[in-house]
């Protein structure tokens, strides 16, 4: 098998990293929630207050559907870019649009990797103004944001080797036959 086969594992392999990466942001901010709304209530500041089943606070979910909707709209984007650069490397026809909106698909992407960089869990801690919360969050916490722009920038790796693979031959490219030239008088 030529390195044509090996590039076109290598570029499904980054696509489907991208929503891989945005679950385990998305499981990583639900953990780093759980630990910061047991540690609220636990905390001196703790005045009672609403827990669900899920042990989360009414801070706890909060912050928790704004991870949740992070990773929503970006898992999202990640799984269209997944099928685009499926179908770049399928098709011939339609390579204009897929690119184009590819284009457009950053901007989601690119709000969602702000808004995980914002750590909106000790954000709206802060506001809310609960430092048990604070304190309770993981010290890893802040580095998950960065799982989202990886996911990106791997996607946009594969979505490269997609778009390269599956484009038309340039003309007078030895891949497209030579044709018979009429005679010179």
Do not use: K, N
């Not at 590819?102 to 992407?109: D, R």
């Not at 599956?166 to 005679?183: T, V, Y």
Request: proline share 9%; with cysteine; hydrophobic share 50%.
């Amino acid at each position: 098998m030529g390195g044509g086969g090996r590039g076109r594992r290598i570029g499904a392999a980054l696509l489907a990293l991208g929503p891989v990466l945005v679950a385990a942001y998305a499981l990583a901010g639900r953990i780093a929630v759980g630990q910061a709304a047991e540690a609220q209530v636990r905390g001196p500041g703790w005045e009672g207050g609403r827990i669900g089943a899920d042990g989360l606070t009414t801070l706890g979910v909060g912050a928790w559907h704004v991870v949740a909707g992070t990773a929503l709209v970006v898992g999202a984007t990640a799984l269209a870019y997944l099928v685009i650069g499926w179908l770049l490397g399928r098709r011939r026809r339609g390579r204009t649009f897929l690119l184009v909106l590819s284009g457009f698909l950053i901007v989601p992407y690119a709000l969602g990797c702000v808004v995980a960089l914002i750590d909106p869990p000790r954000l709206l801690a802060g506001l809310t103004q609960v430092p048990d919360f604070v304190a309770g969050l993981p010290a890893w916490h802040p580095a998950t944001a960065f799982l989202l722009p990886v996911a990106g920038l791997a996607q946009a790796a594969g979505l490269a080797l997609a778009a390269s693979r599956g484009a038309p031959p340039a003309p007078g490219s030895p891949a497209e036959p030579e044709r018979a030239r009429p005679a010179s008088p």
